[in-house]
């Protein structure tokens, strides 16, 4: 009896045991069906989205080309429009504008027809540059003014700065002019002799400021016509031109310039000398000395007049 109800026992647990393997494995088979279902589904959305995205790009495709052909055409459709007809080619008529200075006859297309007329320039003015006629361009610069003695030798203007001359200063400066073609006079000995003439000392220095003399020119003028008479040593004819009242610098150029012989100077003194005074050698020489010529002048001087 007690075997039996072991055996009982054994049995409805191992039948227990087994309903709930049974009843697991139907849970794990339900769970795989439903994971497999799922995943079915994901499958079919990821498909179907695909085929969505696919679609719109071959209608975005197609778009393109579409707008592409249209632009093509519009282009097509605007050069044609730009082109000129054949009409347009054969009716055009060309119309030059004028001509100008620089610029040749030119029609609307571009088209010249002869050449530029060229610049006429007026000639210059003392207050105008040369100017052309036809377009008013100008070139270059005004003359300017020559003004002489108060007027403008171009153009007849009247100089603006000149002080109005009286009659005695005018009369001064002709005086001082005529005495200079005469005569050399320095600066000092041209006044002296205006007022010696008559004319007050601010009308003489008028005309001895004036007269537009050189007095490196007159004291040379008044060396060489002292030569001409009489016999100088180089240091003499500068105090001469100094007594004239010509100024050193203006003596001694006159002297430098005057192309003497000083040895043949002291020659023609010492003759001079022994034709009126009766010197020996050594006195002669002493004078020549005494007159300004050096040493070795002296006694060529006195050889030369047999002494």
């Known amino acids: 009896m007690k075997d039996t109800m072991i055996k009982m026992f054994l049995g409805l647990f191992l039948s227990i ?60 459709i605007s050069s044609e429009e730009q082109k000129p007809t054949q009409t347009e080619k054969t009716t055009h008529k060309h119309s030059y504008s004028k001509a100008t200075c620089t610029k040749a006859p030119t029609c609307s297309c571009g088209v010249t027809n002869g050449s530029a007329l060229g610049h006429s320039w007026n000639n210059a003015t003392c207050t105008s540059a040369k100017k052309c006629s036809r377009c008013g361009e100008t070139t270059g610069s005004a003359l300017g003014h020559s003004f002489s003695e108060g007027k403008c030798s171009r153009c007849g203007k009247t100089d603006p700065n000149y002080n109005t001359v009286s009659l005695s200063k005018q009369n001064a400066l002709k005086q001082a002019k005529s005495y200079l073609e005469i005569l050399p006079f320095s600066y000092s000995g041209l006044i002296n002799q205006l007022e010696y003439e008559g004319f007050s000392y601010e009308d003489a220095v008028y005309g001895a400021d004036n007269c537009g003399a050189n007095w490196n020119e007159q004291a040379l003028k008044q060396a060489k016509s002292y030569l001409e008479v009489l016999p100088f040593s180089y240091s003499g004819l500068i105090s001469q031109l100094e007594y004239e009242e010509f100024t050193s610098e203006q003596a001694k150029y006159g002297a430098d310039h005057c192309g003497a012989n000083w040895n043949e100077q002291a020659a023609k003194q010492a003759k001079s000398y022994l034709e009126i005074f009766t010197f020996s050698r050594q006195e002669l020489i002493d004078q020549l000395e005494f007159e300004g010529f050096t040493y070795e002048q002296a006694v060529y001087g006195a050889n030369a007049a047999g002494l």
Not at 34 to 45: E, H, K
């Open 17 to 76: 045991c087994m309903l709930s393997c049974f009843t697991a494995c139907e849970k794990d088979n339900a769970v795989d069906t439903d994971i497999s279902s799922d995943i079915s589904q994901i499958d079919a959305i990821e498909q179907q989205t695909e085929e969505t995205t696919d679609t719109k790009n071959d209608n975005k495709t197609q778009t393109d080309q579409t707008e592409n052909i249209n632009g093509e055409k519009a282009e097509n």
